[in-house]
């Protein structure tokens, strides 16, 4: 094989699938031609690595000698097999497929192709398409997850887990760290997807039942692949997530509160027993003022942590340009005299008679301002905070002399 020939390595991670892996390899080989004459590749590499498998799926699979074999001494997961078989591999492009049978190998040319045409950097192959076989309960799971990763990164993908995929070598400094189990395909979907930093295509393929017992624990997994999402969110796109928490307190405030609300303007009055739904919808509302405040000051956090501007567009971006310096200035000021209003015939009260009758409504609502204001104030210390870091540092980096190189003497 010449340097000038385009290598696509497909790993084929194995735990004890001694009933599959031998068809499944079989499989890969016969598939090279195809791939080759359908596709830019000019060369196809399997390497399958045994992740501490007990059975015989070793002694199968060197029982090929066109394939690399790699083994663990124990498990190290799925994840961790993927990658180690891509570090000893050389292919410009990345490919794995899981060794139960379940996965078509002359799909890699459609893969291939599509990141080719599409200048993708990683191509998926969905099985959630018309010709899949996956039980039932995996494909609601799938469904579930693929909902949840593109209401958090507001781009769609059908099969979050898919164990096919082509991935370009040049981008993996971008895609690592992933996780060595189970998870490590949703992961990389989340990491992908709400990152927005590489460029993920999906194709759909035909999806067959697996040989032998499945390794997937649907509950144990399924928490696995949640939190492998959830963790995507927190560390790139953070005021998503705190946004939607803000949501939802947020809409349980007007509901909670509107009850109290519509007596009052009905009667001009409110009744004793409606203090807790009105401590219940402070307490509701000052939860959405906290979220939404964290989501400003977590996402110029993430956007200085991964070098990129920080959101222009959809809510996060709305809602940073509300919370411009004078806008936080001017809500905070506004919410103090509002504040200091509705308290005032209590203070004028106190000032004259030394006792206060006021409703107890009145010092509620008074305190709720002056603590989102509080709020506001101490997000805006936070943000001139880091405005301030941030500009030490450009200035540190300026300053700092050139390193010397110093010849050691012979």
């Not at 591999?89 to 060794?99: A, T």
């Not at 950097?121 to 693929?146: K, Q, Y």
């Not at 007007?254 to 402070?282: F, K, M, N, Q, T």
């Amino acid at each position: 094989m010449s340097e000038d020939e385009r290598t696509l390595t497909i790993v084929i991670p194995a735990l004890n699938e001694e009933d599959a892996i031998g068809a499944t390899i079989q499989r890969c080989l016969d598939a090279r031609d195809h791939i080759v004459a359908a596709s830019s590749v000019d060369w196809v590499e399997l390497i399958v690595v045994s992740d501490g498998s007990s059975d015989r799926t070793e002694e199968i699979a060197k029982g090929f000698s066109e394939v690399s074999v790699l083994a663990f001494d124990a498990n190290r997961g799925y994840g961790a097999a993927i990658k180690t078989g891509w570090q000893h591999g050389r292919g410009e492009y990345l490919g794995f497929l899981d060794g139960d049978g379940t996965c078509d190998p002359n799909f890699f040319a459609e893969l291939c192709l599509a990141i080719d045409a599409d200048g993708a950097d990683i191509a998926l192959a969905s099985r959630m398409g018309p010709d899949s076989e996956m039980p039932a309960i995996r494909t609601v799971g799938n469904r579930i997850f693929a909902w949840l990763l593109g209401a958090l990164s507001k781009r769609s993908v059908d099969d979050t887990a898919s164990g096919m995929r082509v991935v370009r070598r040049a981008c993996l400094d971008e895609l690592y760290p992933l996780p060595d189990g189970l998870h490590f395909t949703p992961a990389m979907s989340a990491r992908v997807l709400i990152a927005d930093s590489l460029k993920l295509v999906e194709r759909p393929m035909a999806y067959a039942e697996r040989t032998g017992e499945s390794k997937l624990n649907v509950l144990r997994d399924g928490v696995r692949f949640f939190m492998a999402i959830l963790r995507a969110a927190v560390t790139f796109r953070p005021a998503r997530l705190l946004l939607v928490i803000a949501g939802v307190m947020g809409l349980g405030a007007v509901v909670v509160g509107s009850g109290p609300w519509l007596h009052w303007l009905r009667d001009g009055a409110l009744g004793e027993w409606e203090i807790y739904r009105i401590l219940l919808a402070s307490l509701l509302a000052t939860s959405t003022a906290i979220f939404a405040c964290g989501a400003v000051v977590a996402e110029r956090i993430a956007a200085i942590a991964h070098g990129r501007p920080p959101a222009d567009s959809g809510v996060t971006g709305m809602l940073a340009r509300l919370f411009t310096p004078r806008m936080r200035l001017f809500g905070g000021a506004t919410l103090l005299l509002i504040a200091v209003g509705i308290v005032s015939p209590g203070i004028v009260e106190f000032m004259s008679t030394g006792e206060v009758a006021m409703h107890w409504s009145r010092a509620m609502l008074a305190s709720l301002l002056v603590v989102i204001a509080m709020m506001l104030a101490v997000t805006t210390f936070l943000l001139n905070m880091m405005t301030l870091i941030e500009a030490e540092g450009a200035e540190t980096v300026q300053e700092r002399p050139p390193d010397r190189i110093r010849r050691a003497a012979l």
